[in-house]
DNA sequence: AACCGCTATGTTAACGCTAACAGGGCGAAA
DNA sequence: TTTCGCCCTGTTAGCGTTAACATAGCGGTT
């Protein structure tokens, strides 16, 4: 006995006129059926369905897309998706938008304004219905690209600066501001900040521009500071916070540009006998969640990852659904301070 | 003094006979100015790209890609981005696409085979020059999609079973007997296992039967295992590893089905004074960088991530420049074992 | 001067689908 | 029975771009 094969050879890809001739109806209905619209018999709809069904149609998007100018991608343009951040916000946009037609696509920059700009560019050819895009420093062709795009665009963690059209972050200045308050408040002195090199990484160096100024209202300034850039951040926490204490033993408080780091110089303490926070007291950035398996609990900053994802999607969604809605939106988002076990709690006086 | 905006609201968007009106040519030789293909003087070439820019005119690949049934993308489908490794995978497939016109589109299903269905299916429908697809198992409709789709797939991470097409992967079967082996070797007796709940991941699922089929060749078995779901890895890590320990205090070595798990054991197993590897081994899988900057480092095997990115991309380009080439490629990398610090080394007699 | 072979540009017809409108058929109201 | 209106289905005309072919011009040969 032999068996038939269902599909001889797909040769030349099926198109909707393959259904519509297996089926023996117009085009026209296939579509329909195929996208739930306009009314069409329940006879003819199961016809067409299983005609689609037995070939193996897959619809042509390219072809949907052009003939009826409507694209349901959403542009999601980050520096990277090792830093587990973008992943979290990943999370919070795709929420939101399995919700609904929307779906995101994914570019990442590595922190570079030129890849930015040419991700833009290619992302932008695909006429999506929206972008969402962090940060909001971006070069200048950029800046002309998303303004002239004519959809929503969600600029998005960062808030200290100006928007192009949506924004949905929290402000990094205050965030180093609310850290130092908390440090000068529990009665640290001389304090040690270790970051990363990257002088595009905008983020990481408002909340340090916060965070000095608010130090220098207290009366204080960084004693010392450390910087590294690539490798495994856990393992570089540890050298950087080995090397600082060396220099500059008398350190009492290290600030952390990200809890990968935070993390390590934890370790580093803990593993030299270090008493913390007696001693010393540490501080990170962002409320990653593997923070919860340490040994002790490093204080931090949740920075609204996936909230922030969220809020951003919701508005291309409801820009999407409601062509009129005038846009504009700023959401800025306050993040929570965690004291941890690894920073004093001690009330102001 | 006012100053005249260049573009004077962009009402209807911008194509090819906008860039072409206003610099005086056709839309044929516009077209061919921005895609670098065919003779075009140089006096043209220039007109043509400085109205585009003027104008901030970005093509229409939509169009393009109907016009030429050319889509220079890549589907990529992984289960998670919160698992680190298939971000490690992401970055090796960059690489290489990074240098040619292909561009990566990354859809995910959280480990759910309807999810994977309907992802397919989606991306599918933009007509992709090739699939990248993470394990061997399907649902029968996806299967059918991925045989008919007629462009080159790859399915990833795994060896064990049958593939539609082109294969990139090690042997998950084979890896979780090579750490039997050398687990056994090392003289531990009483093993526990602890690894995740989730029955849908095929390549744990894999390297379980392979640890539990070498250790029975050694007259071996698992003596206690535990499982987990959601939550913070690391924190489940120690969770599990102090439960398993109070029901089973004799175990003389712990096998967790990744290094975050690991990670949280290693943990506990520090702070509770335990000798690691002395009165207990321990292994994780996958050789995650940040493993790195532990106080000890956990024994565990590379997973050739970005190797694996790399290779299956390059299948990509290669039969996407060649259609001739022939296709159903298998690479079968090999896992290399890491014993590090706490899997204790002893020759086999 | 007629002709060749270029190079640089233009013209035409898809690509596969959907919006918008045009009927055909049929039951209900008059 | 006629007429209206409602379902359901079909027809036509693009969407913005590119492949393929057509052609204008121009210097160099013979």
């Known amino acids: ?57 897959v619809p042509n998007k390219i072809a949907g897309a052009l003939a009826s100018s409507r694209v349901n991608l959403v542009a999601v343009i980050i520096p990277s998706l090792s830093n587990m951040v973008f992943p979290e916000v990943m999370t919070g946009i795709s929420e939101i938008l399995d919700d609904t037609e929307l779906q995101p696509v994914v570019g990442v920059t590595h922190y570079k304004p030129e890849r930015e700009e040419a991700v833009l560019y290619e992302m932008l050819s695909w006429r999506p219905s929206g972008v969402i895009i962090a940060g909001l420093e971006h070069t200048e062709a950029a800046k002309a690209m998303l303004g002239a795009a004519g959809i929503p665009i969600v600029e998005i963690m960062d808030t200290d600066g100006v928007a192009i059209d949506a924004v949905v972050g929290i402000s990094h200045r205050r965030a180093g501001r609310k850290m130092a308050q908390a440090i000068v408040d529990a009665g640290y002195k001389k304090i040690g900040f270790l970051g990363t090199k990257m002088p595009l990484d905008h983020r990481a160096r408002k909340r340090f521009e ?115 809605a005038v846009g504009k939106e700023v959401v800025s988002l306050d993040p929570s301070l965690d004291f941890g076990d690894t920073l004093k709690r001690i009330k102001k006086v």
């Open 210 to 324: 916060g965070f000095t100024e608010a130090l220098a209202k207290a009366g204080l300034e960084v004693a010392d500071q450390e910087f590294y850039s690539g490798g495994s951040a856990l393992a570089k926490g540890r050298e950087m916070t080995e090397t600082i204490l060396n220099r500059t033993p008398d350190l009492d408080f290290l600030y952390y540009s990200n809890d990968m780091i935070g993390a390590g110089g934890l370790l580093y303490c803990l593993d030299n006998g270090i008493d913390v926070p007696g001693q010393i007291g540490l501080a990170g950035f962002n409320g990653i969640e593997f923070l919860d398996g340490l040994p002790r609990q490093l204080a931090t900053m949740d920075a609204c990852r996936v909230e922030i994802g969220r809020a951003a999607a919701q508005i291309i969604v409801d820009r999407a659904s409601d062509p009129a």
């Open 1 to 57: 006995m032999t068996q038939t094969p269902v599909r001889p050879i797909p040769k030349r890809p099926l198109t909707l006129r393959d259904v519509s001739e297996v089926s023996g109806v117009s085009e026209m209905t296939v579509s329909r059926v195929l996208r739930n619209r306009g009314d069409v018999s329940e006879a003819t709809r199961e016809k067409v369905l299983k005609a689609a069904r037995d070939l193996g149609y």
